[in-house]
């Protein structure tokens, strides 16, 4: 709706982009109000968008990010955006891009790796 409101104010060569970019920014917004991030039901999800479900520790993993660094792994792996798409996305340098997503892979990679595996 908002970008329907708005398509008089699309300037630029990319509509998906544009379109995408107001669903990040809202996206965004909802999540700063809401402090926390809850789980989507089975019944809210669109069939036709086939993402991978994550085990439930990498979903632990991926909420203890901040919305930031989540934003940036979810358009960059689930969405198969590359680093300047999303920097276009969400209005940031590339750099920036490319160290927060390095942080929140070290981040995922702690939380998720195993320390404590019975040898065989």
Not at 10 to 39: C, E, K, Q
Not at 51 to 59: E, G, R
Request: aromatic share 6%; net charge positive; hydrophobic share 40%.
């Amino acid at each position: 709706m908002r970008a329907f409101a708005h398509l008089g104010d699309y300037r630029g060569p990319s509509f998906r982009a544009w379109v995408t970019r107001i669903a990040v920014n809202r996206s965004l917004d909802h999540l700063r109000r809401a402090r926390r991030l809850t789980p989507i039901s089975e019944e809210t999800v669109d069939p036709s968008v086939r993402m991978p479900a994550p085990d439930a520790a990498l979903d632990r993993a991926l909420r203890d990010l901040s919305a930031d660094k989540r934003a940036i792994v979810v358009l960059r792996f689930w969405l198969g955006y590359s680093p300047p798409e999303v920097a276009d996305l969400l209005g940031l340098p590339l750099g920036t891009v490319h160290s927060r997503l390095s942080r929140a892979l070290n981040q995922l990679r702690e939380d998720l790796e195993v320390t404590d595996v019975e040898r065989a």
